[in-house]
């Protein structure tokens, strides 16, 4: 059996890209998923996908950025579904504009539906978790908050997601709950769409900033999150687990070039 069968999980964003590949793996490992989404096409696509392969999932249309609404969802939820071991903050809305030209709707939308949206989630789990004096919240963070690499709303947005972790960590570790931040580097799914417009070699062209020499995948990111839910992390709180081929850990470029290596 796996470590994951039977745990009780709600994951945002779960129509499509990371989120659609950890609720998929969760089912097939024997979890019971929540899945939250703002596309009730995606939402229905994944949900009778997990069905028809014989998983437990049930799906939840909700826009984040609606507070009564997130509410009524986690309510619901928890008549569904019953207690929740595992929230999973993984919903995001990525703008890709430069500083001057990022109107403030748009600044406010990054951070309504990244931050907040996270947030009202973390709000509506936490009672129930310190009651239970056990929790696990899983937020899905990105090396954009770790260093400049464009998107720069959704970079600060994001930034404070991180930040977030390390209140719940510290401020609610006495009561059994952990939360983790994972941190991807560039993972290929359909929220590169945009740039793959303008330039289908998007991926090839990042390669040369990979030690591992190839982006990621919804997989790679999958992998860890599914350890974090597992009970194999139980003393893993308030951290930031890098998934990113090595990115993170230097400039290959500069290093390939010191070295006097071909890219
Ligand atoms: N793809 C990457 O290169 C990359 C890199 C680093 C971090 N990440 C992080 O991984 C996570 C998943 O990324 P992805 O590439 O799968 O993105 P994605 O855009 O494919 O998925 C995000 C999902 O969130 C949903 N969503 C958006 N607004 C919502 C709202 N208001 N309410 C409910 N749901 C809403 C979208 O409909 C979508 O299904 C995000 O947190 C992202 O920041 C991705």
Same mark, same amino acid.
């Given at each position: 059996?796996?470590?994951?069968?039977?745990?009780?999980?709600?994951?945002?964003?779960?129509?499509?890209?990371?989120?659609?590949?950890?609720?998929?793996?969760?089912?097939?490992?024997?979890?019971?998923?929540?899945?939250?989404?703002?596309d009730?096409?995606?939402?229905?696509?994944t949900?009778?996908?997990?069905h028809?392969?014989g998983?437990?999932?049930?799906?939840?249309q909700?826009?984040?950025?609606?507070?009564?609404?997130v509410?009524a969802?986690?309510?619901?939820?928890?008549?569904?579904?019953?207690?929740?071991?595992?929230? !999973?903050?993984?919903?995001?809305?990525?703008?890709?504009?430069? &500083?001057?030209?990022? +109107?403030?709707? #748009?600044?406010?939308? @990054?951070?309504?539906?990244?931050?907040?949206?996270?947030?009202?989630?973390?709000?509506?789990?936490?009672?129930?978790?310190?009651?239970?004096?056990?929790?696990?919240?899983?937020?899905?963070?990105?090396?954009?908050?770790?260093?400049?690499?464009?998107?720069?709303?959704?970079?600060?947005a994001?930034?404070?997601?991180?930040?977030?972790?390390r209140?719940?960590?510290?401020?609610?570790?006495?009561?059994?709950?952990?939360?983790?931040?994972?941190v991807?580097?560039?993972?290929?799914?359909?929220?590169?769409?945009?740039?793959?417009?303008?330039?289908?070699?998007?991926?090839?062209?990042?390669?040369?900033?990979?030690?591992?020499?190839? !982006?990621?995948?919804p997989?790679?990111?999958?992998?860890?999150? &599914?350890?974090l839910v +597992?009970d194999? #992390?139980?003393?893993? @709180?308030?951290?930031?687990?890098?998934?990113d081929?090595?990115?993170?850990?230097?400039?290959?470029?500069?290093?390939?070039?010191?070295?006097?290596?071909?890219?």
């Amino acid at each position: 059996m796996s470590d994951i069968a039977g745990k009780k999980i709600v994951i945002t964003g779960a129509g499509r890209g990371i989120g659609r590949e950890m609720a998929l793996r969760a089912c097939a490992d024997g979890a019971i998923v929540a899945l939250i989404e703002i596309d009730p096409n995606t939402l229905s696509k994944t949900l009778s996908d997990i069905h028809e392969k014989g998983g437990k999932a049930y799906g939840y249309q909700l826009d984040l950025g609606d507070e009564q609404a997130v509410k009524a969802t986690f309510k619901k939820i928890a008549q569904d579904v019953g207690e929740i071991d595992v929230l !999973v903050n993984n919903a995001m809305v990525h703008e890709a504009e430069a &500083l001057h030209e990022t +109107s403030l709707e #748009s600044w406010n939308n @990054s951070l309504k539906i990244t931050l907040t949206g996270a947030f009202l989630c973390i709000k509506e789990v936490l009672p129930m978790f310190m009651n239970r004096k056990r929790g696990n919240i899983i937020n899905i963070g990105t090396v954009n908050a770790k260093g400049m690499f464009g998107s720069d709303a959704y970079s600060v947005a994001k930034a404070g997601v991180h930040q977030l972790t390390r209140s719940v960590a510290v401020r609610y570790g006495e009561y059994g709950v952990r939360c983790n931040t994972v941190v991807p580097g560039t993972i290929a799914t359909e929220a590169w769409i945009e740039r793959a417009k303008s330039n289908p070699q998007v991926f090839d062209d990042l390669k040369p900033w990979y030690p591992m020499g190839r !982006v990621g995948t919804p997989k790679d990111i999958t992998e860890m999150v &599914l350890f974090l839910v +597992s009970d194999r #992390s139980e003393w893993i @709180s308030g951290a930031e687990l890098v998934v990113d081929g090595g990115l993170l850990a230097g400039y290959t470029p500069m290093f390939n070039t010191i070295e006097g290596r071909k890219p």
